[in-house]
């Protein structure tokens, strides 16, 4: 079993910054890929961004690329979502989650252990 808590989420000004933190516990060995994916109201979950845990490898959904970083502190067991630039149609819950299967970055199916959320708030 895998645990995962998230912190940093908050209110920010457009143009502004933040940095989620998602800190990892239990079976992380199990851990294959890690994403954050978001969820606002009237919008379908999307998944911004993913990193394979014991590679590095990063991949980004096209509305988030060049504005947000996905890294890993492996000692840790911690992943982060540093946000820059942000708009007020980010304004979401955002999640980390956890995938042990090799199913594609962004596809929901392939995580299996989620956090609790976050709320982000960018006003305009």
């Known amino acids: 079993q895998v645990q995962l808590v998230e912190s940093g989420g908050g209110l920010v000004q457009a143009g502004g910054s933040l940095r989620l933190s998602c800190a990892a516990s239990?079976?992380?060995?199990?851990?294959?890929?890690m994403g954050w994916f978001r969820q606002a109201p009237g919008n379908e979950c999307e998944c911004v961004a993913a990193i394979v845990w014991n590679i590095g490898n990063t991949y980004y959904a096209d509305s988030v690329k060049g504005r947000f970083t996905i890294s890993r502190d492996n000692a840790k067991n911690t992943v982060y979502l540093q946000m820059n630039n942000l708009r007020p149609e980010d304004s979401a819950v955002y999640y980390c989650?956890?995938?042990?299967?090799?199913?594609?970055?962004?596809?929901?199916?392939?995580?299996?252990?989620w956090g609790q959320g976050t709320q982000v708030t960018v006003s305009s």
């Open positions: 989650a956890a995938n042990p299967t090799t199913s594609r970055w962004s596809d929901h199916s392939g995580y299996h252990y």
């Open positions: 239990g079976r992380t060995v199990s851990i294959y890929t």
